[in-house]
């Protein structure tokens, strides 16, 4: 059953500490997404790869968050320095939109981080 | 541009009885359309989805989905709503003419309360 991982599932951290979130997309799936949930602005889309390149981070704070993919089977969401606001839950989700089958433009969530910064 | 519109935060049916949770898109061309599910402390689940052909498409737990084109809808359905059905329900939209750039659009999102 292939499914997105994410590590840490919980992190909590002090202001102003680097915070590292991985994420491991399901074999073969070539789009990888980036999204933070709070109870105040509910999902928002920070960054989206498309085979292993950046196609959109508008929605992500550039002064203190970086996304990358190392490789295709590891994406990476870094915020440095953290600050309290960034306390969310931060899901990574990936999909395929190479040719079209049925699953084209789906999306799997992984179980997401909980940051909690104080 | 591609829009997702979910008019309720809340909706509030008995169990037994049916639910609907409404969703209407703004896209330029014809729309991918998306329901998806997120149980308390879990990811977002895929429920169903429409691309073409039928207008009623059948999901996951005895959901459907009834796509509407003049009134840009697709209103989630499920005939006899269960306890467990309570959970956040997200729609998404995603315009086929897109040539790439754009990930799916979703929703606010509606919580569906279903009392015993």
């Known amino acids: 059953d292939a499914r997105v991982t994410q590590t840490p599932r919980h992190k909590v951290t002090e202001m102003g500490q680097e915070v590292t979130m991985r994420c491991q997309p399901i074999l073969g799936h070539n789009t990888v997404f980036w999204y933070r949930q709070t109870m105040m602005q509910g999902l928002e889309l920070l960054a989206y790869?498309?085979?292993?390149?950046?196609?959109?981070d508008s929605g992500m704070p550039k002064d203190r968050f970086s996304a990358e993919m190392p490789d295709a089977t590891l994406a990476t969401l870094k915020i440095q320095p953290s600050e309290p606001r960034d306390s969310a839950v931060y899901f990574c989700?990936?999909?395929?939109?190479?040719?079209?089958?049925?699953?084209?433009?789906?999306?799997?969530f992984g179980p997401g981080t909980r940051l909690t910064v104080t | 541009a591609q829009s997702v519109a979910q008019p309720e935060d809340q909706v509030n049916v008995a169990e037994g009885n049916p639910l609907t949770v409404k969703c209407t898109y703004s896209v330029s061309g014809n729309p991918y359309l998306f329901w998806y599910v997120q149980y308390p402390n879990r990811g977002l689940q895929f429920l169903l989805k429409y691309i073409t052909g039928d207008n009623l498409v059948k999901g996951s737990y005895g959901f459907e989905a009834e796509f509407n084109k003049s009134q840009t809808s697709f209103h989630l359905k499920k005939p006899s709503a269960l306890v467990s059905d309570s959970a956040l329900y997200f729609c998404a939209v995603r315009d086929w003419g897109d040539t790439g750039r754009r990930a799916l659009t979703f929703g606010s999102g509606t919580r569906l309360q279903v009392q015993p």
């Open positions: 790869f498309r085979n292993r390149a950046p196609l959109d």
């Open positions: 989700a990936s999909g395929s939109d190479r040719g079209w089958g049925q699953a084209r433009y789906e999306q799997y």
